[in-house]
């Protein structure tokens, strides 16, 4: 299969309109050696013709414009992007869905928790049904549970819950239920290959761990160094955990997670922008180095 990486910031993208952290504030001078990023998403494929799309980004636009194998090619009106599976309901990795809104209806894969967001909470497939409107394909999250999408051959899908809040404008966001965030494991059957996507990923639940072993490439999250980092900064007053996210350092951090996995491939994506690792030169960009694990950047592409 083929990996792109389209975007791979946290919401509001780095540098941050209104962020004056000295990595926002670096890059835009130019005194730190780090790549601006879209906000979080992937798209992979079977043949480098059919895509599906992992979220739709605020700067999906963009993103499209950058890689031409999802712009019109066959058609007046045509996209090479076949499907799209949405891993939650949150603002950064839905509000793109309205810039999609010309033409042919969305096929759209996610839970009953995120549909229902989606149609309550955040009505984004309602406003859709004004436009070119929305196939929903429910998402299954049993045990075992795998699925395959129409248009997408050779690979098979199986989505795994994930601990963590529902977005903030959901009715239920302090009564987390499952399905509110999930990790998708992609396979080739041809290859017997396996990525792991999870780029909001607060614990590690033991119903997780298989899924982690046998991954040939994992894409997680990334988004924070510290559980305080955003406390130190005065930017916020909730911890990473609280709001569903694992560090990558500390004895239980993501780092000390990664490292004994045997993923050829071991790639950290939703990066918030005030996270260190943005900074090529410092210190915790090269201790993740040593680990053999990957910053994602715009433009990330590998075949698995």
């Not at 996270?275 to 030169?281: A, M, S, T, W």
């Amino acid at each position: 299969m083929r990996v792109r990486v389209l975007g791979a910031g946290a919401g509001g993208g780095f540098p941050q309109w209104n962020c004056n952290c000295r990595n926002c504030d670096g890059v835009r001078k130019g005194s730190i050696r780090a790549q601006p990023r879209t906000q979080s998403s992937i798209t992979v494929s079977p043949d480098g013709v059919n895509w599906v799309l992992f979220n739709a980004s605020p700067d999906v636009l963009a993103q499209i414009k950058a890689f031409a194998p999802l712009q019109p090619a066959r058609a007046i009106r045509d996209t090479g992007v076949r499907a799209i599976v949405l891993v939650d309901g949150q603002i950064d990795h839905t509000t793109g869905l309205l810039m999609l809104r010309e033409g042919k209806p969305l096929e759209i894969w996610c839970t009953d928790m995120v549909h229902e967001d989606l149609t309550t909470g955040h009505p984004l497939f309602h406003v859709l049904g004004h436009y070119c409107g929305v196939n929903w394909h429910r998402l299954p999250t049993g045990a075992g549970d795998s699925f395959a999408i129409d248009g997408i051959p050779h690979l098979t899908f199986t989505a795994v819950p994930l601990q963590s809040k529902a977005p903030p404008y959901s009715p239920h966001r302090d009564n987390p239920h499952e399905g509110d965030n999930v990790g998708v494991s992609i396979t080739d059957v041809r290859t017997g290959k396996k990525l792991f996507y999870a780029p909001g990923l607060g614990e590690i639940e033991p119903h997780l761990e298989p899924f982690l072993r046998q991954a040939d490439a994992l894409m997680v999250d990334g988004t924070f160094w510290t559980d305080d980092e955003m406390i130190r900064l005065g930017i916020s007053k909730k911890r990473a955990r609280e709001i569903g996210h694992l560090p990558q350092s500390g004895d239980d951090g993501m780092i000390r997670v990664l490292q004994p996995l045997r993923a050829t491939r071991k790639i950290l994506i939703h990066i918030n922008n005030t996270n260190p690792i943005l900074d090529e030169d410092s210190p915790e960009r090269t201790e993740l180095n040593r680990a053999g694990i990957e910053v994602a950047y715009d433009g990330l592409e590998f075949i698995l």
